[in-house]
């Protein structure tokens, strides 16, 4: 007989869900209000609740909101050309990193020598060091060979660190899928290979879609290695933020910040709602052995 949860327990879970997602969700939509704003209205020192109404926006603007924000950032500071670059280097670095991570993972979960325990443990000490200790032995190789600044290089960094978080990520699904599955396989006349693609993958596809989808955002996130290794005209979404809002010799668009704030952030809750079953589905597979 199923036990009745209480009223009041009910109403209490409620009202903490509620409140929880009013306190998360309230950054974002109050950034997306603001940035139909002029900054008098958003950054008022003077009265808070300009930001709602749009007091300076109507006297400026002769409207209540205002597209100045994003025409700035996407037309005259060319915000464009960082999110074409940002879109080509997490394709990049997702579709390579579960290439490997998917071969890798599976051949180490299958191994039974020793050594594929060392190669874990040795990703996941590159794993755990600062990013930035890893770019420097890139640096001087890149700069010697002209090819700091370009997106290749970036690419390349990314992976590399990436590859150990994605390796030991799929090698941990792969580990809970019964390895009757492969025998079978290979019983009934497939190769190795063939018993991988056509057997293995389809059971592991949450798997891969949580672990791309961490990829993704490592990539799409980055600040410090894509300021560092990508010049002004190459760079992404992130640095070409920071870059909106100026420096101590140089004077920024704030509002041009916040509306690539908003553009930057829209896709990744586009991204996370079209995969959330599957993303739920991987990060639960891993709890149950067998």
């Excluded at 007989?1 to 409620?14: E, G, Q």
């Excluded at 594929?116 to 001087?140: C, D, E, K, N, Q």
């Excluded at 586009?270 to 891993?286: C, E």
Aim: overall charge neutral; proline content about 4%.
């Amino acid at each position: 007989m199923a036990r009745t949860v209480p009223t009041w327990l009910s109403i209490l879970s409620l009202g903490f869900l509620v409140l929880w997602l009013l306190l998360a969700a309230f950054p974002f939509f109050w950034t997306l209000w603001g940035s139909f704003k002029v900054e008098a209205d958003f950054f008022s020192k003077q009265n808070w609740t300009n930001a709602i109404f749009g007091v300076r926006t109507l006297a400026e603007t002769g409207a209540h909101y205002t597209g100045a924000g994003y025409e700035g950032a996407w037309i005259k500071e060319e915000f464009w050309k960082a999110s074409i670059n940002t879109l080509v280097m997490t394709i990049s670095v997702v579709a390579i990193s579960l290439t490997l991570g998917t071969l890798g993972g599976y051949a180490l979960s299958r191994s039974p020598f020793r050594y594929a325990f060392w190669i874990l443990i040795i990703a996941l000490v590159f794993r755990a060091m600062p990013h930035i200790t890893l770019v420097s032995g890139y640096l001087f190789p890149f700069f010697e060979l002209n090819l700091w600044g370009h997106l290749t290089t970036t690419i390349i960094v990314m992976v590399a660190i990436n590859q150990p978080f994605t390796l030991w990520m799929l090698h941990s699904f792969f580990l809970n899928i019964p390895k009757d599955l492969d025998e079978s396989a290979l019983v009934d006349g497939c190769t190795r290979f063939q018993a991988f693609r056509y057997v293995i993958i389809p059971v592991m596809w949450p798997g891969v879609i949580t672990t791309g989808l961490f990829s993704f955002l490592l990539a799409y996130n980055d600040f410090a290695l894509t300021g560092l290794l990508l010049t002004e005209e190459n760079q992404t979404m992130v640095p070409a933020i920071a870059g909106f809002l100026g420096s101590t010799q140089q004077q920024g668009n704030v509002m041009y910040a916040v509306a690539a704030v908003v553009s930057a952030t829209a896709p990744l809750f586009v991204l996370v709602m079209f995969f959330q079953r599957q993303i739920v589905s991987g990060l639960t597979a891993g709890a149950v052995k067998g």
